[in-house]
């Protein structure tokens, strides 16, 4: 079996998606957690860990990435509504993704929550990259900058950072979707 996760494409889809998670449980942290992801581009193992204080002691919060060791800056201005409203009854050093088993979310635990969600929308190519290449493909779309995402995700290309979120295989069905030869 191939591991091939695709980003969120449309606003369309990712209505869907949070239609889906606002029927768990657990709705709140799920839809929170997602809507972190979609305008963060973290990798679910920083996601999970996130605490209260990461994210209100400073304008710009900067996290250690689990993968690489790097410094990462993260710019949630857009979110600081939503960051205050859901963290409002929250200690600083509270978990933002609690598990109820204590700590915080296991990216595995997340995975299998996507899985069900990608079963309902009748998907198979779903995972816990799935919201940080939805939000790579869509801040490409809006502003056809490659570089600045090559550096907000830590790639070494540009053809790296394309592939990733799935670009490639867009532009070229675009340019090929009226391309007629001998007619």
């Known amino acids: 079996m191939s591991y091939n996760v ?3 494409r449309t606003q369309q889809e990712i209505t869907d998606f949070l239609f889906c998670l606002r029927r768990n449980q657990h709705a709140e ?3 929170f957690l997602f809507l972190i992801g979609i305008n963060s581009g973290l990798r679910m193992s920083d996601i999970v860990k996130l605490k209260k204080q990461d994210l209100l002691t400073v304008k710009n919060p900067r996290i250690v990435e ?3 060791g790097k410094t990462r800056i993260l710019y949630l201005g857009s979110l600081q509504d939503l960051i205050q409203d859901y963290t409002k009854t929250l ?3 509270d978990y933002l993704f609690p598990s109820s088993k204590g700590g915080h979310l296991k990216v595995n ?3 299998q929550m996507f899985q069900k969600v990608a079963a309902l929308l009748g998907r198979d190519d779903i995972g816990t990259h799935t919201l940080r290449k939805t939000f790579g493909y869509h801040y490409y779309k809006k502003t056809k900058d ?3 995402l090559m550096e907000i995700f830590g790639h070494s ?3 790296i950072t394309k592939r990733y979120i799935g670009i490639n295989e867009d532009e ?3 340019t090929l979707l009226n391309f007629r030869l001998g007619f």
């Open 6 to 8: 695709q980003p969120l």
């Open 157 to 159: 290309s540009e053809k």
């Open 146 to 148: 490659v570089a600045t």
């Open 29 to 31: 942290r799920d839809v």
């Open 109 to 111: 635990t997340v995975y």
């Open 66 to 68: 689990q993968k690489t």
């Open 172 to 174: 070229i069905s675009e």
């Open 91 to 93: 200690d600083l050093d």
